[in-house]
C-alpha cells in the first residue's frame, strides 16, 4: 500500500470546506472489481492511496460502504456510462458520505475502469475503510519497540539459558559460550537500540521533574487577582 500526498499552496475560498474523496477500481469481464487507490482532496491537500493488487470492496472498506458500492455497480450495464446520484447519503459511525458519480470507461482490452466520487463527506474518512487496513492504529510507541527489541533479543535469551542450566538441560558454559557469540555479533545493534532506550528514559525523567507549566499560570493567575482585590481596613 502506497500512499501520496500533495499539499495544495493556494486555492480560491469557494472551495474551502469541501473535502472530497475518490476511489479508483478495475473490474474485469467475469465482473470481479479490484480496488486501485482511493483519493481525498481538500483546499489544502490532496492525498492518494494506492492498494496492492487484487484488493477487493470487502478487504479495503467497511462493510456499509462495501455493501453500497457493490449494489450500485449492479447497475451498470459494462459499457461507458455515468451514473449520478445526488442523493446518496451513507452514514456510517463517525463519518457521513454524500453524492455519489459513478464513471465507467469500457476498455478495449477488456474489463472496465470505475471511478467513484463522493461530492463530500463529514467526519474521518479512515471510517470509510476496514479496520484490518490499519487507518485507525495508533501510532506505534518508539521506545515501547525499543525495549521489546531489548528484552526479546537479550534478557529473555539470557533467562531461558539460565532457566535450562537450573533444570540441568544445558551446559552452562557451553551455552553461555554460544550466547555471547550471538550477542557480540550484533553489539552495535544492541548497544545503539539501548542507547536510544536510555535517553528516552532520561528524557521522560527530566520532563516530570518540571513543573506543570498550567498548574504554575494557574497560581499566577490566583496570586495576581488577590492582589487586585480592595484592602478592608478594620475601625475600632
Known amino acids: 500500500m502506497n500512499v501520496n500526498c500533495e499539499v495544495y499552496q493556494s486555492m480560491p475560498a469557494k472551495h474551502y470546506g469541501e473535502k472530497r474523496f475518490i476511489i479508483t477500481l478495475n473490474a474485469d469481464s467475469s465482473g470481479d472489481i479490484q480496488i486501485r487507490s482511493c483519493e481525498v482532496t481538500s483546499h489544502m491537500f490532496r492525498n492518494r492511496t494506492s492498494f496492492a493488487a487484487g484488493a477487493t470492496l470487502e478487504q479495503v472498506f467497511c462493510p456499509e460502504l462495501a455493501h453500497a458500492l457493490r449494489f450500485h455497480f449492479q447497475k451498470l450495464r459494462k459499457v461507458t456510462e455515468i451514473l449520478s446520484l445526488p442523493t446518496f447519503l451513507l452514514e456510517i459511525p463517525g463519518l457521513t458520505l454524500s453524492g455519489m458519480d459513478i464513471m465507467a470507461t469500457k476498455l478495449k482490452e477488456a474489463g472496465t475502469n470505475i471511478i467513484v466520487r463522493f461530492k463530500t463527506f463529514l467526519g474521518g474518512i479512515n471510517r470509510a475503510f476496514s479496520q484490518s487496513i490499519g487507518f485507525d492504529d495508533p501510532v506505534r510507541d518508539p521506545a515501547a519497540d525499543l525495549a521489546a527489541n531489548v528484552i526479546c533479543d537479550v534478557a529473555l535469551p539470557l533467562l531461558d539459558i539460565c532457566s535450562s542450566a537450573e533444570l540441568g538441560v ?57 492582589a487586585r482585590l480592595p484592602q478592608v481596613i478594620g475601625v475600632s
Not at 557451553?174 to 528514559?201: A, G, P, W
Open 170 to 226: 544445558i551446559n552452562l558454559t557451553d551455552e553461555l559460550s554460544d550466547f555471547s557469540r550471538s550477542v557480540c555479533k550484533r553489539s552495535n545493534e544492541i548497544r545503539f537500540q539501548t542507547e536510544l532506550l536510555k535517553r528516552y528514559v532520561a528524557q521522560q525523567a527530566r520532563q516530570a521533574a518540571k513543573p506543570d507549566l498550567s498548574e504554575t499560570l494557574r497560581h499566577l493567575r490566583k496570586a495576581d487577582a488577590s
